[in-house]
Every structure is written in C-alpha cells, then in structure tokens.
C-alpha cells in the first residue's frame, strides 16, 4: 500500500479533502507550505497522525479564507483556521500566527503523505517547533507531541541541537 493511500485510510479522507484542498490551492496560485507533524516526517521517521498542519502567504490570508468557505467546514480560532468536510477525518488547520509568515517563502519541496508538497525549511520548522513548545496556552500534552517533535528533529540532524534554547533542551532530557 502506499502512503497516500495508507494515509488516506487511517483519516477516513472518502471525500478527497486533501486532493480538493491541494487542487484550490494549485488553481489560486497559493503560496503555502506544510509545517507541524507532517512536515517533521518530511525530515525524519514517519509517524501517523491525522492532523495536516500548513501557513498560507499572510497576503493572501483573507482570498483564501474566503475560497474555503465556499468548499470546506471552517472554524476560526485565535491562530488559525481549521477546514474540514463531513467524510473525512483528516483535521487541516492554517496557521495565522504572524510569526509564520515567511515560512513558505523558504520552503523546500519534499514527500509528504506520498503527494510531492513545499514544507517548511528545517530551520523554520524547529523555530515553530520550540515557539509550540514555549506556548503555555497549549494543553500540556500537545506541547509533550512538540517536543518529541522536537526530539526526531534532533536525531537526524544533531547540529539543529544548538538551535534550541536551554529551558526546551533541559525538557529533552
């Protein structure tokens, strides 16, 4: 089985939200790039999850919120848009944290969930690890995720370790 098959089958994706996402985007030009889970298997050692975390070009933030109203469940939170549709499982959620915006401009082109996506650089991708980590609004166990995250980041790359800070590397330990 491949992976996008796999992956479909563990969401229960039977309405094709990711295809449909990926084809809005495609069709408006979007700049976007995966970050989150999916974007760590990007790097290291797949783990399952049905989560597919991605920033949108802060530009053109409000175009597609627009654009997913019109095809797709969205809630709005503090930082992010959450988009769904009645048949999959699979949880996209946009980041609007301003401190993401130039993530896709650094993006690298890499296999995620077997489909060929821009995910966020390494760099950026521990940055908004260790901001996830630092964040106490989040339950604590979202933040035990982001430094295991954390951790598989680490292993196959050993010299992103001087780019943590103490107070999350002390949490590795």
């Known amino acids: 089985m491949d992976a996008l098959k796999f992956w479909k089958t563990v969401v229960r994706d039977k309405?094709?939200?990711?295809?449909?996402?990926?084809?809005?985007?495609?069709?408006?030009?979007?700049?976007?790039?995966?970050?989150?889970?999916?974007?760590?298997n990007a790097y290291?050692?797949?783990?399952?999850?049905?989560?597919?975390?991605?920033?949108?070009?802060?530009?053109?933030?409000?175009?597609?919120?627009?654009?997913?109203?019109?095809e797709f469940l969205v809630e709005e939170f503090e930082h992010s848009l959450n988009v769904s549709m009645y048949g999959s499982d699979l949880r996209v959620q946009i980041q609007t944290d301003p401190r993401y915006e130039e993530f896709p401009l650094r993006a690298e082109?890499?296999?995620?969930?077997?489909?060929?996506?821009?995910?966020?650089?390494?760099?950026?991708?521990?940055?908004?690890?260790?901001?996830?980590?630092?964040?106490?609004?989040?339950?604590?166990?979202?933040?035990?995720?982001?430094?295991?995250?954390i951790s598989r980041l680490i292993e196959v790359q050993p010299h992103l370790r001087n780019k943590i800070p103490d107070e999350v590397l002390s949490k590795l330990l």
Do not use: Y
């Open 109 to 149: 082109m890499h296999e995620v969930l077997g489909v060929l996506l821009p995910v966020a650089s390494v760099t950026d991708l521990l940055k908004g690890k260790v901001w996830a980590v630092l964040d106490e609004t989040r339950r604590p166990s979202k933040r035990q995720k982001d430094l295991a995250d």
């Open 15 to 40: 309405v094709d939200l990711l295809e449909k996402l990926l084809g809005l985007f495609a069709h408006n030009e979007v700049r976007f790039c995966v970050i989150g889970g999916q974007a760590v």
């Open 44 to 70: 290291a050692d797949p783990v399952v999850s049905l989560d597919l975390d991605i920033v949108v070009a802060t530009s053109q933030l409000p175009k597609v919120e627009n654009l997913l109203r019109k």
